[in-house]
């Protein structure tokens, strides 16, 4: 599907944006395992969601809706997953392949992950290595680097591992073998990643210490079943965000938005550049920070993005890059070789269709340098298969010249169904 987006009437009033889809995740695959039914309010109805709940029911686990925004998992307890009949589709979703991979290490039969191209092109080695090291038996393409992955459980034992990489999927899939491993299992992070994971294992009676990027996990007998209630994405949210800085006159309130600290780093990165975004109605719910995040029109200045910031904004890199091509000065992201292994290689992908638009944007091999500001113009570009792209070059066609007509626009669906009649409900 091909979708325009031009440029025009400022973005004025306040919304809420679709439940957090890693919390959405986390909520479907711990409420599996645990003993009783778990409730899920505003979890996100998404393309990555669905991939969790079929990859869940063919673990044998019922997953029923129960009203608007309402789902609840029919949870299992530890060892009660089933043996699935087939192979396991998860989609285009990475979360889903590489925290189940974790979940049925545990389980004494044998589970084969598989996903759409682009799925099966994303590394896995990063979760297969240390999973084997804990005692699972796993094959795959190239060694186990690519899926399909064949996991055959049981057996498990704690280890110390160091990430090589900060990766809250690897982490969360390790905790997850270690639930049902035989001692602790101790992860270190090089950086701080979003920890949902923590939280929620917590929330329900697990055994989870986090010192100094040191996250230790005790086996588990059982997890107590929860209510859990989604806040709105903030990476969705930073979208929306993005739009109300760059476009003159604009002023949005996103409501119920998490503010997580270890997902917050696209806020710290705005303000940075000179961004008007405050926060309002500061609050907890479910063991997360939620606030009403209030964003209006303004100058930006180019600012330098690396190190400890990296994990903590690393979906909304990219829309740093689009921010960029309107700042003043120079907008340098480093560090951040993780994007080429996303969806797809967001580095890339963002520099050719930028440079389609007339940004003056350079490659990196750990990431970009755009010198701004600069009017960009319309034209015809692609999202490659990639929700987050899809996104970022709707929000530059806001600031173009002339419409940014967007191939494969549909694959936002991934994330934000609703994005783009949103971003046009916006505008006055």
């Keep these: 599907m091909r979708r325009a987006v031009g440029p025009g009437r400022p973005l004025v009033g306040e919304c809420s944006v679709p439940g957090d889809k890693s919390i959405t995740h986390r909520a479907l695959l711990f409420g599996a395992i645990a003993s009783g039914d778990t409730v899920v309010q505003g979890y996100l109805e998404s393309g990555d969601s669905r991939a969790t709940i079929g990859a869940l029911t063919a673990l044998g686990v019922s997953v029923e809706p129960a009203g608007t925004d309402r789902l609840v998992v029919h949870g299992r307890g530890l060892q009660g997953l089933h ?24 389980c004494d039969f044998t589970t084969v992950l598989t996903g759409r191209d682009a799925l099966r092109r994303r590394p896995m080695d990063r979760v297969v290595e240390p999973l084997r090291r804990m005692g699972a038996r796993i094959i795959g393409r190239s060694g186990g680097r690519l899926a399909p992955l064949a996991i055959g459980g049981g057996n498990l034992h704690g280890i110390e591992y160091d990430l090589p990489v900060a990766s809250a999927q690897v982490k969360s899939a390790l905790l997850l073998a270690g639930l049902q491993a035989n001692g602790p299992t101790m992860v270190t992070e090089p950086a701080p990643t979003r920890d949902h994971s923590e939280r929620m294992l917590r929330a329900m009676g697990v055994a989870v210490e986090s010192q100094a990027g040191r996250i230790r996990i005790e086996p588990a007998d059982m997890l107590r079943p929860l209510e859990i209630a989604v806040p709105g ?155 987050r792209l899809a996104m970022c070059l709707a929000i530059a066609g806001l600031v173009a010249d002339g419409p940014v007509e967007i191939e494969g626009a549909e694959i936002v669906s991934e994330s934000f169904p609703a994005f783009f009649d949103l971003l046009e409900n916006l505008r006055q």
């Design 233 to 387: 994405d903030l990476s969705s949210a930073a979208f929306l965000v993005a739009a109300a800085l760059l476009v003159s006159g604009s002023r949005l309130r996103l409501n119920g938005v998490g503010i997580n600290p270890t997902r917050a780093g696209f806020i710290d990165i705005a303000r940075a550049m000179g961004g008007e975004v405050t926060l309002e109605n500061a609050c907890e719910s479910g063991g997360e920070p939620v606030a009403d995040i209030v964003v209006s029109s303004c100058s930006l200045r180019g600012v330098r993005v690396q190190g400890a910031l990296i994990p903590l904004a690393i979906d909304e890199l990219p829309l740093v890059a689009v921010l960029g091509t309107q700042a003043e000065g120079v907008t340098e992201v480093r560090e951040a070789a993780e994007l080429r292994v996303k969806e797809s290689d967001r580095i890339a992908g963002l520099v050719h269709e930028l440079r389609a638009l007339g940004a003056r944007i350079e490659e990196l091999p750990d990431g970009y340098l755009v010198e701004g500001p600069t009017r960009l113009h319309g034209g015809r570009v692609e999202a490659h298969g990639d929700h």
């Design 83 to 106: 043996e699935p009949d087939d192979v396991v589709d998860c989609l285009g979703s990475g979360t889903t392949m590489r925290l189940l991979a974790g979940l049925v290490s545990g």
